[in-house]
């Protein structure tokens, strides 16, 4: 079965400096992996997704992520955290041949002035 | 505008009064699913459609309904609601099912069972 953690339920980081949020998976054989973003009563933002080739994927707002395939992670990042990237944000995972998507448990970023 | 639409966004009812919440997409997708959303728990399917006429059970099935009797609409169904079933829900569509396909998410109904 495939699986998503989120290791952190919150991440704080001051406006300005980088941030990461971390995500790992497990699945058999190899994965599409996804970031997507939630903002206060709204629905879930596709962020952006890693299909193959360069593990770095460069997404939305500024956001990238790396694929590790040997530590099993897609970590989210930003060089320069901005209080309006506040918001939950969830990886999820989906094996090659499969039709289901699993989400982790959510990471709440909260970007301070 | 491509987008997901869901009805209502939010509703209050009793336990054990039937409820319906519609799904509609316009972006001609085959794969439709729905989602419910609990603190600590992230996103969790409840079901899924391959294509008219096909559904199936995700992993939190229990409680609910659903059909696809057209492609652009996939409602779901609460027969007799009960507290635990107090949640956001969200529906999402895609192109087809695997592979790369991105889902697109509606804006969430928040349900409350009293």
């Known amino acids: 079965a495939q699986s998503v953690a989120q290791p952190e339920d919150q991440v704080n980081v001051a406006e300005g400096n980088p941030l990461t949020v971390k995500c790992t998976y497990s699945?058999?054989?190899?994965?599409?992996l996804f970031w997507y973003v939630q903002y206060p009563n709204r629905g879930l933002q596709f962020l952006l997704k890693?299909?193959?080739?360069?593990?770095l994927v460069k997404g939305s707002y500024g956001f990238e992520a790396e694929f590790n395939k040997s530590q099993t992670s897609f970590h989210l990042k930003k060089p320069s955290a901005l209080v309006s990237d506040s918001a939950l944000y969830f990886c999820?995972?989906?094996?090659?041949?499969?039709?289901?998507?699993?989400f982790g448990t959510g990471t709440q970023l909260k970007v301070e002035l | 505008e491509a987008q997901v639409t869901q009805n209502p966004r939010y509703l209050i009812t009793v336990t054990g009064k039937k409820l319906t919440v519609t799904c509609s997409q316009n972006?001609?997708?085959?794969?439709m699913s729905w989602y419910r959303q609990d603190p600590g728990l992230g996103l969790r399917q409840i079901y899924y459609?391959?294509?008219?006429?096909?559904?199936d059970k995700g992993d939190v099935p229990e409680g609910y309904k659903v059909s696809r009797k057209e492609k652009r609409n996939f409602p779901l169904i609460l027969e007799s609601p009960s507290p635990n079933q107090t949640s956001l829900y969200f529906c999402?569509?895609?192109?087809?099912?695997?592979?790369?396909?991105?889902?697109?998410f509606g804006p969430g109904t928040r349900l409350l069972v009293l």
């Open positions: 459609s391959m294509n008219v006429e096909v559904t």
């Open positions: 890693y299909i193959t080739g360069d593990n």
């Open positions: 999820a995972v989906r094996d090659l041949g499969g039709n289901k998507l699993t």
């Open positions: 972006m001609n997708h085959e794969y």
């Open positions: 999402a569509s895609s192109l087809w099912a695997g592979g790369s396909e991105t889902q697109y």
């Open positions: 699945v058999s054989g190899n994965p599409y």
